[in-house]
């Protein structure tokens, strides 16, 4: 499975590192810094979708034959017969911390 990481966190962590050890290496550490930083900073973007997290609730229907339970998304309200992974109405990722009751 491939990572995706901030840009923007990484090149704190190079500049963090610059201030710290390239200069402690020999002269060519800082032109190796900046070859690396101009890298990051440049190197195309990869084409991710952010997904939302959300939670199912459990909502206790009765249509007058007897109760039963159902799932709410907390994110778009989608009813669903059973508590999904991924909410098929706005494909956000089910976060719950404990079995739907």
Not at 66 to 78: A, H, R, S, T
Request: aromatic share 8%.
């Amino acid at each position: 499975m491939t990572d995706y990481i901030s840009r923007e966190d990484l090149l704190k962590e190079v500049e963090e590192l610059n201030a710290v050890s390239f200069y402690e290496l020999n002269d060519h550490s800082n032109e190796a810094y900046h070859e690396i930083k101009n890298l990051i900073e440049h190197i195309s973007a990869a084409d991710v979708v952010e997904r939302n997290t959300g939670k199912w609730i459990s909502v206790t229907c009765d249509d007058g034959h007897g109760k039963y339970e159902i799932y709410k998304c907390d994110q778009c309200e989608l009813l669903s017969a059973l508590p999904w992974k991924y909410c098929r109405g706005c494909g956000a990722r089910m976060v719950n911390d404990e079995p739907v009751d």
